[in-house]
């Protein structure tokens, strides 16, 4: 008869060692951890803001929309302009800054003006500088928005700030410096 071999008998209680705890990460290494995590985080946030927003149409922004005046208007008017008409137009932006906006009226309830009542109050009733101001405003204001704007009060009335409705005061007290009016 052919002779068996059998595996020799082996001592299975031997314990293994445990394995060692792991070494805690240094500051260095955590935070470069945590900066992966984030920047997949930041990645997916990105993508998904693309997504949700592919459909809104935008247009280009505008610089002086952004920076405008500023957060504490100083409440001495600037060097006033050599001419009648850009320094009334300078006082008219002024006032406007220290005096607040207002549209669909000339002045409101609470002494708000708008871009006409403005130039009104700091032409003093002088109604040939007052018309001579208002015909440069509405210059500057075609030149930046074209000609299918049909009048100061309808431009001022369009806006729901001051933003625009100031920055084209300026603009058109230093088109009055420049054409010496």
């Known amino acids: 008869m052919p002779q068996t071999r059998t595996a020799p008998a082996t001592d299975h209680t031997a314990t293994t060692a445990a394995p060692e705890p792991p070494t805690e990460l240094s500051l260095e290494e955590r935070l470069a951890f945590i900066n992966a995590a984030m920047t997949v985080r930041l990645d997916e946030a990105k993508v998904a803001y ?34 009648p008409v850009a320094s009334l137009l300078q006082r008219a932006h002024h006032r406007l800054l220290t005096g607040g906006w207002c549209k669909d009226v000339l002045v409101d ?61 300026g603009q058109a007290a230093d088109l009055a410096n420049t054409r010496r009016l």
Do not use: W
Request: hydrophobic residues 40%; charged residues 25%.
């Open 50 to 83: 693309e997504v949700n927003t592919a459909h809104i149409e935008t247009g280009p922004v505008d610089l002086a929309d952004v920076v405008t005046v500023p957060l504490t208007p100083t409440l001495q008017p600037p060097d006033s302009y050599p001419t």
């Open 109 to 169: 309830t609470d002494g708000a003006r708008c871009m006409l009542g403005a130039i009104r109050t700091e032409a003093r009733g002088d109604s040939g500088l007052e018309a001579a101001a208002a015909a440069v405003l509405l210059d500057a204001i075609r030149r930046k928005f074209g000609d299918d704007v049909d009048s100061v009060p309808g431009f001022n009335d369009s806006h729901g700030t001051a933003r625009v409705p100031l920055r084209m005061l």
